[in-house]
Antibody, heavy 121, light 107 residues
Framework: QVQLQQSGPGLVKPSQTLSLTCAIS??????????WNWIRQSPSRGLEWLGRTYYRSKWYNDYAESVKSRITINPDTSKNQFSLQLNSVTPEDTAVYYC???????????WGKGTTVTVSS | DIQMTQSPASLSASVGDRVTITCRAS??????LTWYQQEPGKAPKLLIY???TLQSGVPARFSGSGSGTGFTLTISSLQPEDFATYYCQQSFTTPRTFGQGTKLEIK
């Protein structure tokens, strides 16, 4: 059974970097049939896909245009996990952040429990 | 980006009712449509993918249909645990986009 365990701080100061990690059990971050995603949810923006990383003979990343200049998603094969870094955060980045597995580019079938991140001084 | 529009935004129904939620895509997405159920304070839960394929473990009272730009989620006989918010999402292309949600409330 695949599980995703999220970790990271719940409070980030404006202009700083939001960093979250998603540890994978029951699958591999290097899987040739999965992609590893970050999604966030806020009352004002609803569910918003941020980006993904996946391995198909080499590593690929896709990012939403709305955050493309500020986001990095990295795999860590040694720890079987992937991470989200979002730079220069503002209060508009306050949201619940989820990691999720996309299987065969079809659907987000496994989700982490979510991390509430507040951007405030 | 592909816009996903759900209707209605909210719906009041009773246990035992049959309900239908609609999702429209701003362009054709073939059958790359997923439905999720979300309870307060929890992550979305996969119900249906590929527009009509029921995820393992999901009760058969849930069904999905449609292709192209129009899709529906039907719950044939509402149970108390079905009162939640439902979202559609397209996986035809990136960025993945979600509908705004339909909140199903008890009448």
């Amino acid at each position: 059974q695949v599980q995703l365990q999220q970790s990271g701080p719940g409070l980030v100061k404006p202009s700083q970097t939001l960093s979250l990690t998603c540890a994978i059990s029951g699958d591999s971050v290097s899987s040739n049939s999965a992609a590893w995603n970050w999604i966030r949810q806020s009352p004002s923006r609803g569910l918003e896909w941020l980006g993904r990383t996946y391995y198909r003979s080499k590593w690929y990343n896709d990012y939403a245009e709305s955050v493309k200049s500020r986001i990095t998603i990295n795999p860590d094969t040694s720890k079987n996990q992937f991470s989200l870094q979002l730079n220069s955060v503002t209060p508009e980045d306050t949201a619940v952040y989820y990691c999720a597995r996309d299987i065969d580019f079809q659907t987000l079938d496994v989700w982490g429990k979510g991390t509430t991140v507040t951007v405030s001084s | 980006d592909i816009q996903m529009t759900q209707s209605p935004a909210s719906l009041s129904a009773s246990v035992g009712d049959r309900v239908t939620i609609t999702c429209r895509a701003s362009q054709s997405i073939s059958s790359y449509l997923t439905w999720y159920q979300q309870e307060p304070g929890k992550a979305p839960k996969l119900l249906i993918y590929g527009a009509s394929t029921l995820q393992s473990g999901v009760p058969a009272r849930f069904s999905g249909s449609g292709s192209g730009t129009g899709f529906t989620l039907t719950i044939s006989s509402l149970q108390p645990e079905d009162f939640a918010t439902y979202y559609c999402q397209q996986s035809f292309t990136t960025p993945r986009t979600f509908g705004q949600g339909t909140k199903l409330e008890i009448k």
